[in-house]
């Protein structure tokens, strides 16, 4: 294809990826090296009964007109970043000297907003893409073996948790584990607890969460691999039967080398949309056990009266950085891939 | 010989393999099932601490409203709360969103399939890295140019949002459908004195939909299912089905209208119950497209 009509086919949705992805990104980064003006103060004498003082106040009228002159509000350099809510390096600096040993430090660092986020994050990304992989190759095994009349059905069924909203979904596990709930209220009986709530304590509400990312991904990699598995090669098969192979030995080495290739793209896709986990901790309201990245991006904007730009723009920054770093593995073993294909 | 495995399969390992599986779609099915039956209850039964056989049988249902089964929560959500507004909104956005982004993401996975040369490549992989862009990272870059230039709220400026995030996760599976197109088709019309335009408006165009309709449902779900976007960029008043849901768990928790959001959760699931119902097979298709093409 030409160069110019590539262009110009190329171009509409280019276009639209530049101005609403590339420039945005720029955008987060030029307001995480700003902060909101502060208040305007004026002086103003307060007369009373007892005579009259010299007050300082917020000059409402000032501060607005600063605001609407420059909404990006004042430069403020990396301050943002190393701030308490952010990478707060004074505040890792004193918790490590006052520390004994790692153990000791881990906590601290945990009670400061953006560790904390992170460490749920990256626990959330960690212990459900690997686990999604494993149930969905297992799901996708059985499946197989299932009688053709009733496959279709079960693929219906096991559709359902991967194609609904994730708010929805999320919420519709949360109606079952509260407290009156049909899965919430069971579980108060068989351990005979009456305040047992899966919300109150911070380590359910992590393995919650989890379960609930379990089951929305897990349909995902069930159907992948159920695909990969009526590719297997049936010479390969067939030989190592011959050779006599027990099934244990065949799934091993002809099934499991086969869907390897699987394996790594589902990792992939599950590793970026984990990171971004987001919209079960608005429907469990986990946010007093459990903050994503995400979630403290999301409150920074919307959380709280006013919108603090300069801190979500920071937060967006950083979780830009760690998307980043993820995706590093995976895009050099493509550009090596597509090299080697080009020799 | 696949029969011959299946008949050598031992009873133990069987009886392993239904429990799993059945386990499997009890876990996947029934919290769909149930919230289904419960919407039709009051709150006192739904979310009964005494007895869970309630919600099946409905007894607090009948004692406060002399029936099994009762519609409140489906009125409350739909008449009182006004849902059917969002789910206009939300039938316009996603209707939108569908049309533009298979438009520009036909012409350009064409051409990236077309092209061979290396930059096509570089675009699929920064493509790639767009796709991993966490949503919320995209809209705190957003807001305030929105708000500045009073761009905020309406329903276009979150329809095209939504084609630009959707964008390279369209490319990518339109690129690879376009891929399974033999080259010959478009080329030799070429040679019969067609230009590129003219090719695939002509010969490709009758020949990609199965392509283009799986696409479709993926874009149709992204929209469907977003709540960053649409709770974020969009006022009050244009709030689509998602945000809304969101915003009745907030303000009612009153008595009787957590059964609103449950009504509303059942009314958002039902397009989609449909959707699986019809294109089951394009879904399992795309969902693959991807992975096995490479």
Redesign the interface.
């Known amino acids: 294809m030409k160069n110019r009509t590539f262009f110009w086919f190329i171009l509409p949705s280019l276009i639209t990826m530049l101005l609403f992805i590339a420039l945005p990104i720029v955008s987060v980064a030029v307001q995480s090296v700003h902060i909101e003006h502060e208040a305007v103060m004026v002086e103003v004498e307060n007369c009373g009964p007892f005579g009259c003082k010299q007050e300082l106040q917020v000059d409402v009228e000032e501060t607005a007109k600063l605001k609407e002159e420059r909404p990006l509000g004042q430069f403020n350099g990396l301050g943002t970043y190393t701030n308490r809510n952010h990478l707060a390096f004074t505040e890792i600096g004193l918790a490590w000297q006052s520390s004994t040993g790692f153990v000791d430090f881990m906590p601290k660092a945990l009670n400061l907003p953006f560790y904390r986020a992170l460490a749920f994050t990256l626990t959330y990304t960690f212990v459900v893409t690997p686990l999604v992989i494993i149930f969905g190759f297992m799901i996708a095994l059985g499946v197989n073996t299932l009688p053709k009349r009733i496959k279709g059905p079960t693929i219906f069924i096991s559709l359902l948790p991967m194609i609904v909203t994730p708010l929805i979904g999320s919420l519709i596990l949360f109606w079952m584990i509260d407290a009156n709930g049909i899965l919430g209220a069971t579980l108060q009986r068989i351990f005979d607890d009456p305040n047992l709530s899966l919300k109150a304590s911070p380590t359910l509400t992590w393995i919650m969460l989890m379960v609930y990312g379990v089951w929305h991904s897990a349909p995902f990699a069930f159907i992948v691999f159920y695909a990969g598995l009526q590719t297997v090669p049936a010479d390969t098969m067939e030989a190592a039967m011959i050779d006599g192979a027990s099934r244990w030995e065949r799934t091993r080495y002809v099934v499991l080398p086969h869907l390897m290739p699987l394996t790594v793209f589902i990792s992939l896709i599950q590793l970026m949309d984990n990171f971004r986990v987001f919209e079960p901790i608005v429907s469990f309201s986990a946010q007093a056990s459990a903050t994503s990245l995400s979630w403290i991006i999301y409150n920074d904007l919307v959380g709280n009266e006013s919108q603090f730009f300069g801190s979500a723009g920071a937060t967006s920054v950083l979780t830009i950085i760690g998307v980043s770093i993820l995706l590093i593995p995976v895009l050099i073993r493509t550009w090596r891939d597509f090299n080697q294909k080009l020799v | 010989?696949m029969s011959d495995i299946?008949h050598r399969?031992s009873p133990v390992?069987n009886i392993i393999?239904?429990g799993?599986?059945l386990v499997?779609?009890v876990?996947?099915?029934f919290?769909?099932l149930?919230?289904l039956w419960g919407s039709f209850k009051v709150q006192g039964d739904?979310?009964?601490?005494a007895d869970?056989t309630n919600?099946v049988y409905g007894v607090r249902t009948q004692i406060e409203t002399g029936g099994a089964f009762t519609g409140k929560g489906y009125y409350g959500a739909w008449v009182t709360k006004e849902f059917w507004l969002a789910a206009l909104n939300t039938s316009i956005v996603v209707v939108s969103v569908v049309i533009i982004s298979l438009?520009?993401?036909t012409?350009?996975g064409?051409?990236?399939a077309?092209?061979?040369?290396k930059y096509?490549?570089y675009?699929l992989?920064l493509?790639?890295?767009?796709?991993?862009?966490?949503?919320?990272?995209?809209?705190?870059?957003?807001?305030?140019?929105f708000?500045?230039w009073n761009l905020w709220g309406h329903l276009p400026t979150a329809i095209?949002?939504m084609?630009?995030?959707n964008?390279?996760f369209t490319?990518w599976m339109l690129h690879s459908f376009f891929l399974n197109i033999p080259k010959d088709l478009d080329e030799s019309a070429m040679v019969d004195g067609c230009t590129?335009?003219q090719a695939?408006r002509h010969v490709i165009v009758p020949v990609m939909w199965p392509g283009v309709v799986t696409t479709g449902l993926f874009s149709f779900?992204l929209a469907?299912?977003d709540?960053?976007v649409t709770?974020?960029l969009l006022s009050q008043a244009n709030q689509t089905m998602?945000p809304k849901?969101?915003s009745f768990?907030g303000t009612t928790q009153t008595e009787g209208n957590v059964m609103f959001?449950?009504a509303a959760?059942v009314s958002?699931?039902a397009p989609?119950?449909v959707?699986?119902?019809f294109f089951?097979r394009q879904?399992?298709s795309g969902?693959?497209a991807?992975?096995?093409k490479?």
């Open positions: 010989m299946v399969r390992l393999i239904w799993l599986v499997w779609i876990a996947a099915g919290p769909f149930w919230t739904f979310f009964s601490k869970w919600a438009t520009l993401g012409l350009g064409y051409a990236l077309r092209s061979g040369k096509a490549f675009l992989m493509a790639l890295v767009f796709r991993a862009m966490p949503h919320i990272t995209l809209v705190s870059g957003y807001l305030l140019p708000f500045e095209i949002v084609v630009a995030i964008q390279p490319l590129r335009f695939f779900l469907y299912n709540f960053t709770a974020t998602v849901i969101a768990l959001a449950v959760v958002a699931t989609l119950f959707l699986i119902l089951q879904i399992v969902l693959t991807g992975a096995v490479g």
